[in-house]
């Protein structure tokens, strides 16, 4: 899902205004469900575009820094799937509660704050049966 994962065409960013959130961490992935919605055809390869080193210690995926904003980010990225009505929004979801949400919190430097914005704005989507 991360956008160095993919190559995109132009026209599908520049015709449904799909931009990178604004926060630090986690900007990508609003982009990268939108531009997977949007697509009409996807083709993969077995070769790298990036080769993202994750063992960096020094890099943001590191980073104990204060994770919150990965909490706003996934609650835009849900209303936004929401309005297109996009089929994507139900695997969205277990894709917070599966991987965003559990791995940030492990990462974040404020557990706290992480769990009270995560029930202000994720929990009614996340927690449902």
């Known amino acids: 899902m991360n956008p160095w994962w993919y190559i995109t065409k132009s026209s599908i960013v520049l015709n449904n205004k799909i931009r990178f959130g604004e926060t630090q961490i986690q900007n990508d992935v609003n982009y990268g469900v939108l531009v997977i919605h949007y697509s009409e055809k996807l083709h993969f390869e077995d070769i790298y575009v990036v080769n993202y080193n994750g063992d960096n210690l020094n890099n943001i995926t590191n980073s104990k820094r204060d994770r919150s904003s ?3 980010s996934s609650y835009n ?4 799937l929401k309005q297109i ?13 599966y991987g965003i949400y559990p791995w940030n919190r492990q990462k974040t430097n404020n557990v706290e704050e992480y ?3 995560y029930n202000l704005y994720l929990s009614s989507y996340v927690d449902t049966k």
């Open 85 to 97: 009505e996009s089929p994507l929004l139900k695997r969205f979801i277990h894709y917070i509660k």
């Open 77 to 80: 990225t849900i209303c936004e």
């Open 70 to 72: 990965t909490i706003i």
């Open 115 to 117: 769990e009270n914005l």
